[in-house]
């Protein structure tokens, strides 16, 4: 591949949006995203993720005192066709009135590109997305796996500055979702672009991004590396968004958290918490002396290679682990469980 | 496959609908070119009546064929950018200015004619010229272009087909003519053929707005009926279909071409 884009870094300050209805979209949000990094806007629906990629854009223009700046260069007034920023939609919107290959070509057929280099950059892409057989197939002849390579291909094209991706996987189905996504990965890292990613999946955000910026109602609630986010969440919010967290009530005293199931040895306990929280495999069943915390099994899902059981401690809602053992489990019997220290994290 | 006497007693209606249908106009035909309806065939066939139309009234084919495709060029010009404003902004406003597109259809045609009398037939040139005929067309053809253009652009997702292509680049107006056009196209056809049949077929509002020198084919028809012989009436029904029949088929052609491909179909 021969792609000599030199990746963008895109800065946005205070931008807020409220909708002409008076609906407050997006409080006032800075935001820098490196060259060459994959960012992913992760959030659930209504908390201003889509709005801010649509600023980036250029589809909606931030309040007044908003500045979006394209390496240091501010594009505030600029609409979307002078940023020459790549653009992918949840629904593909590819032009039904053209063929593949006339989709794809269709941003340099704008550029004025000479037929030949138009035809070959078109020849590239589809060689690139390996859909060099739907070149003359109509849009509506395409599955929606083949429609959103198309629209990738369309996007990548024109060599734009980034690629913005607006849930692009969410309509299709769970196992192309997955494939998909590796191959989005792949090409993403492969060409090096600055890319902003915008979906409501964890999986999706933890997969993809070099960084997650997590969203709650239209403001910033963590920006991390996946691993940051998910090992230290910064909220309740994103702790619970982000995975399974089990959280158990109780205080501090002599080195553990003691809850009305047993006690955790916690040496740095911070002394104020009421709530310590851990990931389903920070916890392990165990035997007699062994176990922190008893309590009595509520659900059990067999998944085959592991089976998913919802421990019934005492707290607001039971603690969910899986283990691999063969054994089977009833619902009421009463299990020993083992909290690995490294885990726990409190807020 | 068997067929019972269900599906025999189905099909013989159906036969006799379409007869009933269809026998009215073969008969006007043939009585066009029979040399004496009252004798019938026997008396011989010939196209003396439909000689007479064409020295008669071939103005008013030609004013016909005239203001029905200038009335297409005004709807295409007026009711495409309607349809598409209408489409872009979905609100209470444009919903009622949407219903009130429709209120030439629904007053009669007499009302509308007489009230554009009124108001502008004082206008010397204008009430004396085909213009004010082809007003009148317009007015009363433009919301079946708009309906027709407004559902196709309501069924497709077309925010997002212009974010697509803005995001590559295009400008409004190349959106307009790459984008928003050719994905309406279904709709355009079909609101042209609309426009066409209705406009060339008018008759009730045309009947007070012509003037003896703008006389349109429906009021030279009717004027034939009237005072002429039948045989030359129904003459000029056969001339009338003769004329439309080719129209329409040229548009439904038209609308089929497939626009010309910008990347070879051979990769």
């Given at each position: 591949m021969t792609e000599t884009?030199?990746?963008?870094?895109?800065?946005?300050?205070?931008?807020?949006?409220?909708?002409?209805?008076?609906?407050?979209?997006?409080?006032?949000?800075?935001?820098?995203?490196?060259?060459?990094?994959?960012?992913?806007?992760?959030?659930?629906?209504?908390?201003?993720?889509?709005?801010?990629?649509?600023?980036?854009a250029g589809l909606e223009q931030p309040d007044a005192g908003g500045k979006v700046m394209f390496d240091g260069e501010g594009v505030t007034p600029l609409s979307i066709e002078k940023r020459n920023v790549g653009m992918v939609f949840q629904s593909y919107a590819l032009f039904p009135n053209m063929s593949v290959a006339e989709n794809i070509g269709y941003g340099l057929r704008l550029r004025k590109t000479p037929t030949e280099a138009l035809r070959a950059r078109v020849g590239e892409m589809l060689a690139m997305m390996r859909i060099e057989k739907l070149a003359d197939r109509r849009i509506d002849q395409l599955s929606g796996g083949q429609r959103q390579r198309v629209a990738l291909a369309r996007a990548l094209a024109v060599r734009p500055r980034a690629l913005l991706l607006d849930e692009p996987l969410t309509a299709l189905d769970a196992k192309l979702r997955d494939a998909l996504r590796i191959e989005i990965d792949e090409l993403l890292r492969r060409l090096g672009i600055t890319a902003v990613y915008v979906t409501h999946d964890q999986a999706e955000a933890m997969a993809l991004g070099d960084r997650i910026v997590v969203m709650e109602h239209g403001k910033v609630a963590q920006i991390g590396t996946p691993r940051d986010i998910y090992q230290r969440p910064a909220t309740l919010f994103v702790a619970d968004f982000i995975g399974t967290m089990n959280r158990v009530q109780g205080r501090v005293?002599?080195?553990?958290?003691?809850?009305?199931?047993?006690?955790?040895?916690?040496?740095?306990?911070?002394?104020?918490?009421?709530?310590?929280?851990?990931?389903?495999?920070?916890?392990?069943?165990?035997?007699?002396?062994?176990a922190h915390l008893r309590?009595?099994?509520?659900?059990?899902?067999?998944l085959g290679d592991r089976t998913r059981l919802a421990v019934n401690v005492g707290g607001e809602k039971p603690l969910i682990l899986e283990t691999g053992t063969r054994r089977d489990f009833k619902h009421g019997e009463t299990v020993g469980l083992r909290i690995d220290p490294h885990g726990l994290l409190s807020l | 496959m068997k067929r019972g006497p269900a599906f025999y007693a189905q099909l013989g209606f159906t036969l006799f609908v379409c007869a009933f249908l269809?026998?009215?106009?073969?008969?006007?035909?043939?009585?066009?070119?029979?040399?004496?309806?009252?004798?019938?065939?026997?008396?011989?066939?010939?196209?003396?009546?439909?000689y007479a139309v064409w020295d008669g009234y071939r103005d008013t084919i030609f004013l016909s064929i005239g203001i029905s495709l200038a009335c297409l060029a005004g709807t295409l010009i007026l009711g495409i950018p309607a349809a598409y404003a209408l489409a872009k902004r979905q609100n209470a406003f444009s919903r009622a200015l949407e219903e009130l597109l429709v209120m030439p259809v629904a007053v009669p045609g007499l009302a509308t004619a007489l009230a554009l009398i009124v108001t502008y037939g004082g206008v010397g040139g204008f009430r004396t010229s085909w213009v004010f005929i082809l007003v009148g067309h317009i007015l009363f053809t433009l919301p079946f272009m708009v309906r027709s253009v407004l559902a196709v652009l309501s069924a497709i997702d077309l925010k997002t087909l212009e974010e697509g292509a803005a995001s590559l680049g295009a400008t409004f107006w190349q959106r307009f003519f790459h984008v928003v056009l050719p994905n309406c196209r279904g709709g355009i056809l079909a609101g042209s053929l609309m426009v066409v049949t209705l406009s060339m077929g008018e008759f009730n509002m045309t009947w007070l707005l012509h003037t003896p020198l703008t006389k349109t084919l429906p009021v030279g028809l009717a004027d034939a009926y009237a005072s002429l012989r039948l045989e030359i009436g129904s003459a000029y029904t056969l001339v009338f279909f003769l004329m439309i029949v080719p129209l329409l088929v040229a548009l439904q052609w038209l609308g089929q071409a497939r626009p010309t491909k910008f990347v070879a179909e051979d990769e």
């Amino acid at each position: 591949m021969t792609e000599t884009m030199k990746p963008l870094a895109i800065t946005l300050t205070g931008c807020a949006k409220t909708f002409a209805d008076g609906t407050k979209a997006l409080e006032p949000l800075d935001l820098a995203i490196n060259a060459g990094e994959t960012v992913v806007l992760l959030g659930p629906s209504g908390c201003g993720k889509t709005t801010t990629l649509r600023i980036i854009a250029g589809l909606e223009q931030p309040d007044a005192g908003g500045k979006v700046m394209f390496d240091g260069e501010g594009v505030t007034p600029l609409s979307i066709e002078k940023r020459n920023v790549g653009m992918v939609f949840q629904s593909y919107a590819l032009f039904p009135n053209m063929s593949v290959a006339e989709n794809i070509g269709y941003g340099l057929r704008l550029r004025k590109t000479p037929t030949e280099a138009l035809r070959a950059r078109v020849g590239e892409m589809l060689a690139m997305m390996r859909i060099e057989k739907l070149a003359d197939r109509r849009i509506d002849q395409l599955s929606g796996g083949q429609r959103q390579r198309v629209a990738l291909a369309r996007a990548l094209a024109v060599r734009p500055r980034a690629l913005l991706l607006d849930e692009p996987l969410t309509a299709l189905d769970a196992k192309l979702r997955d494939a998909l996504r590796i191959e989005i990965d792949e090409l993403l890292r492969r060409l090096g672009i600055t890319a902003v990613y915008v979906t409501h999946d964890q999986a999706e955000a933890m997969a993809l991004g070099d960084r997650i910026v997590v969203m709650e109602h239209g403001k910033v609630a963590q920006i991390g590396t996946p691993r940051d986010i998910y090992q230290r969440p910064a909220t309740l919010f994103v702790a619970d968004f982000i995975g399974t967290m089990n959280r158990v009530q109780g205080r501090v005293a002599n080195g553990g958290f003691v809850t009305a199931a047993g006690t955790i040895p916690w040496a740095g306990a911070p002394a104020h918490i009421t709530e310590a929280m851990f990931r389903p495999q920070d916890i392990s069943l165990a035997e007699g002396g062994d176990a922190h915390l008893r309590g009595t099994i509520a659900a059990a899902f067999f998944l085959g290679d592991r089976t998913r059981l919802a421990v019934n401690v005492g707290g607001e809602k039971p603690l969910i682990l899986e283990t691999g053992t063969r054994r089977d489990f009833k619902h009421g019997e009463t299990v020993g469980l083992r909290i690995d220290p490294h885990g726990l994290l409190s807020l | 496959m068997k067929r019972g006497p269900a599906f025999y007693a189905q099909l013989g209606f159906t036969l006799f609908v379409c007869a009933f249908l269809i026998a009215p106009v073969i008969l006007s035909i043939l009585a066009g070119v029979t040399v004496n309806y009252q004798s019938g065939v026997q008396s011989g066939f010939t196209l003396r009546w439909v000689y007479a139309v064409w020295d008669g009234y071939r103005d008013t084919i030609f004013l016909s064929i005239g203001i029905s495709l200038a009335c297409l060029a005004g709807t295409l010009i007026l009711g495409i950018p309607a349809a598409y404003a209408l489409a872009k902004r979905q609100n209470a406003f444009s919903r009622a200015l949407e219903e009130l597109l429709v209120m030439p259809v629904a007053v009669p045609g007499l009302a509308t004619a007489l009230a554009l009398i009124v108001t502008y037939g004082g206008v010397g040139g204008f009430r004396t010229s085909w213009v004010f005929i082809l007003v009148g067309h317009i007015l009363f053809t433009l919301p079946f272009m708009v309906r027709s253009v407004l559902a196709v652009l309501s069924a497709i997702d077309l925010k997002t087909l212009e974010e697509g292509a803005a995001s590559l680049g295009a400008t409004f107006w190349q959106r307009f003519f790459h984008v928003v056009l050719p994905n309406c196209r279904g709709g355009i056809l079909a609101g042209s053929l609309m426009v066409v049949t209705l406009s060339m077929g008018e008759f009730n509002m045309t009947w007070l707005l012509h003037t003896p020198l703008t006389k349109t084919l429906p009021v030279g028809l009717a004027d034939a009926y009237a005072s002429l012989r039948l045989e030359i009436g129904s003459a000029y029904t056969l001339v009338f279909f003769l004329m439309i029949v080719p129209l329409l088929v040229a548009l439904q052609w038209l609308g089929q071409a497939r626009p010309t491909k910008f990347v070879a179909e051979d990769e």
